[in-house]
């Protein structure tokens, strides 16, 4: 009910102990949310939070059995699903992580952070076809998300689709011009092209934005490619 005062202190100890899982501190956040779920068994938003502090601390059975009982309690809960994703991931349970993520998506199909986790989950199993397709679907609802922009870029780069990497990079750049990592890209997939001045361009704009940064390795390997691109156009 709307003027419930258990609900009220179940919100307000939800949000205070958000605050400290947030800032790191979740030994308090579990504090608040054990709290929340004595004091109202059945909010699955309690067991959800619960869940997500017990990942936090690596406790990935605890967290599990937390996310269990919040879909208990509400079956379609996608946030849940999604959660107890990502401990099955990190428990190295992959198809039941597969599954919750498409489960995530099936109750509410624009969740953003599911399709992510399901490609990155495809990516990592080499299905550049599954995780294409999630990352795609993606930027439909998203199309300025970058992280994900940068994970298809990587996708392309990796099975030789070079003018589809090429044109990711490029949009990322358009999300964040000064995006350092996407001309250092940019360079290597140009000078795959046989467009070596463009690459050598690409490297020194890359070198550029880099100047302040721990990119060290990668600066070092930017001068060299400067060097033979100089040789060579």
Known sequence: MLNDPEIQKVKELIQNGSIYLQNGNPDKALDLFKEATLLKPGYANAFNCLGSAHMQKGELNEAISAFKEALRLKPDFAEAHNNIGIAYEN???????????????????????????????????????????????LVSINPSH???????????????????????????????????????????????????????????????????SSYNDLKKIAREKIRELKEQS
């Open 146 to 212: 970058l992280s994900v922009r940068n994970n298809l870029a990587a996708l392309y780069t990796k099975t030789g689709a070079v003018t589809k990497a090429i044109e990711e990079w490029e949009t990322v750049l358009k999300i964040k011009k000064d995006h350092a990592v996407a001309f250092y890209s940019l360079g290597f997939l140009q000078e795959e092209m046989g467009n070596f001045s463009q690459a050598k361009e690409y490297f020194e704009q890359f070198l550029t934005l880099a100047k302040n």
């Open 91 to 137: 428990a190295g349970r992959t198809e039941l992580a597969i599954e919750e993520y498409n489960s995530a998506i099936r109750y509410k199909k624009n969740f953003v952070d599911a399709f992510f986790n399901l490609g990155l989950i495809y990516y990592q199993l080499e299905n550049w076809e599954m995780a294409e397709k999630a990352w795609q679907k």
